[in-house]
């Protein structure tokens, strides 16, 4: 038998505007757990999506069982024992669990009628369910399940495949404690049948705890691969960023003033167990970083600030004047901007133009009549750089989380590569919501 259950060799993929594969490779040995590993944008999503017929690689090759092989779409992939589990899940919440979960392979009877067997399909649903331990009715509206609980079930999926090939990319985004559980538990059981599995996580402790082998990739490119024992988090975290911390930000040219631009008084969430009597001043020209560890309500309390979520009570002051946010677009008239963290998922509209996600947020104040876009006045302010890519615009959606008229923006989590793009704390007033310690100093320090 191969050493390796499967090997990428040599992958190179570009995308308008983007290299973000350049010879790349990956070794998977059968049963173990393989973790991919580098910061946002480094091409592990890409890699993958190559591997799994999704995208085209320009260069590379795919050799599974020491042979090599071909894989043109997903249907390929899962038919060579390869399955996903993706990073943006793609559910079809008004259909039962079974439905969604033998989308696009519905076991089918009388022959070559090809009728959808239904009592099959709930009866094997039923069967992966429970060797995954996870008791949902396959018959239940997908849509009425958690995130979380959908992630598990594109998890049973994944099995319900027998792949020998299984990449999870950020299946525990969205997991609860127990849910991680239940993943690790799957994932061991799987790798005592010989499975090969990536895991692609950002969390160092779940690295720590599940992972065999480590590669790290950086700005598309190959670091290296290492047995997980050998290496501390600082090591890998060193790999990944491939520079001292202290020199990832460019030095800060904005000077903090005394003028107060923004205050937030005794702010407190609807929900006992949120965010409590927050208050703090912003600054003009000032960067204001909020640390904190997970689940330490940060999004939450951004996400009250802009009226996305329920205020109990506290005030919020714009320039010494009190404002009353009960909406986004509340907070948005007066001058605050947000750019989400999950960026894809709701920070931008994917099936609309680009030039339409910039201007969205203001094509109520350009109206004709009323109720017709003004586009010729549109156009004047909506100037955008048409030759980016969707992914180069989402980095770059916070440049232009409203046209005009920004005084505050909040970003939550940027990557590496927003944080360094000029204009992104360039003279405005921004909070920022940081994932560590390191980033918070680098960034905030005077
Ligand atoms: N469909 C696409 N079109 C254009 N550019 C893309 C596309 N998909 C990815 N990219 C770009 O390729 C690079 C690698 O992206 P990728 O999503 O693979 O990173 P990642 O390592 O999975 O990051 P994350 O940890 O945020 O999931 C990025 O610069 C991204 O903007
Ligand atoms: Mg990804």
């Known amino acids: 038998m191969a050493e390796y259950k499967l090997e990428l060799r040599g992958v190179c993929k570009s995308f308008p505007g983007v ?11 059968p049963g173990t757990v393989h973790a991919l590993m580098g910061e946002n944008g480094a091409g592990k999503s890409t890699l993958m ?27 390929e992939a899962m038919k060579k024992g390869i399955a996903m589990v993706h990073q943006e899940l793609q559910p079809v919440p008004a259909r039962s669990v079974a439905e969604n979960m033998y989308l696009g392979r519905f076991p089918t009877k009388c022959g070559p009628l090809k009728v959808i067997d239904h009592k099959k399909m709930y009866e094997d649903t039923a069967k992966w369910l429970k060797e995954v331990k996870m008791d949902f009715d396959p018959k239940a509206q997908l849509g009425s399940l958690s995130i979380g609980q959908m992630q598990s079930v594109e998890i049973a999926k994944a099995v319900s495949q027998q792949a020998k090939v299984i990449i999870f990319d ?30 692609i996580s950002h969390k160092m402790d779940e690295i720590k705890r599940i992972a065999d082998d480590i590669t790290v990739m950086r700005d598309g490119t190959y670091v290296g691969t290492w047995p997980a024992a050998e290496m501390t988090t600082d090591q890998i975290i060193t790999k990944m960023v491939g520079r001292e911390l202290t020199n990832v930000y460019p030095p800060r040219e904005n000077k903090p003033g005394d003028e107060v631009v ?23 020209g000032e960067i204001l970083g909020f640390g904190g560890l ?16 329920g205020i109990a009570s506290g005030e919020i002051y714009m320039h010494g004047k009190k404002v009353k946010i009960k909406h986004p677009i509340d907070a948005m008239n007066a001058g605050i901007g947000l750019i989400t963290e999950d960026r894809r998922g709701n920070g931008i509209f994917g099936c609309l133009s680009i030039k339409d996600n910039v201007g969205v947020s203001i094509y109520n104040k350009y109206l004709n009549a009323g109720f017709v876009l003004n586009h010729k006045k549109i156009n004047e302010i909506v100037t955008i750089d048409t030759t980016l890519s ?3 615009f989402m980095q770059d959606v916070f440049k232009m989380a409203a046209p005009k008229g920004v005084k505050i923006k909040i970003l939550d989590i940027p990557t590496a590569v927003q944080q360094q793009q000029e204009g992104a704390f360039d003279k405005n007033r921004v ?6 310690v390191q980033e918070l100093h680098a960034a905030c320090k005077p």
């Open 431 to 436: 909070m920022v919501l940081f994932k560590n």
């Open 170 to 199: 950020e299946p525990t985004s969205s997991l609860s404690d127990n849910e991680v559980e239940a993943l690790f538990r799957i994932m061991n059981d799987l790798r005592d049948k010989g499975v090969a599995m990536v895991y």
């Open 262 to 284: 923004m205050e937030v008084k005794n702010l407190c969430s609807i929900h006992a167990k949120s965010f409590q009597n927050v208050s703090f001043q912003l600054h003009k």
């Open 19 to 29: 290299k973000a594969l350049d010879n790349v490779q990956l070794s998977l040995r």
């Open 390 to 392: 969707k992914d180069a």
């Open 294 to 309: 997970v689940g330490a309500q940060r999004t939450e309390l951004m996400e009250g600030i802009f009226g996305i979520r």
């Open 49 to 75: 999506k190559c591997l799994f017929g999704i995208y085209k690689m320009d260069a590379g090759e795919i050799i599974l069982d020491g042979e090599k092989v071909e894989i043109n779409n997903p249907d």
